[in-house]
Nanobody, 115 residues
């Protein structure tokens, strides 16, 4: 059983910040492109940020300039620094490989942005 662990979510006011962490036991993690996804109530899951094994990044238009994805290859971890949070960022956040694998969908971590 693959265990994926996302953490760092919570309740934050608009304009606030959170840092999400995720451990994914991916084989050959160092060379695997990884991504953060989110799913808001009543909406489909969407990709918000990705990072290649070499550290190149890409972001959805909705979070560009506010979110930063990073990785620690020694620990098989990825991170998502979220700044200037908006109510529309409210969602459950997940990590997975860039081409998501069913086995790597974890429970996610809830992010709620509300005053």
């Amino acid at each position: 059983q693959v265990q994926v662990a996302e953490s760092g979510g919570g309740l934050v006011q608009p304009g606030g910040s959170l840092r999400l962490s995720c451990t994914v036991p991916v084989t050959r993690f160092r060379t695997s492109a990884m991504a953060w996804y989110r799913q808001a109530p009543g909406k489909q899951r969407e990709s918000v940020a990705m990072i290649t094994g070499l550290g190149s990044t890409n972001y959805s238009d909705a979070v560009k300039g506010r979110f930063t994805i990073s990785r620690d290859n020694a620990k098989n971890m990825i991170f998502l620094q979220m700044n200037s949070l908006k109510p529309e960022d409210t969602a459950v956040y997940f990590c997975n490989t860039f081409r998501p694998q069913p086995a790597y969908w974890g429970q996610g971590t809830q992010v709620t942005v509300s005053s």
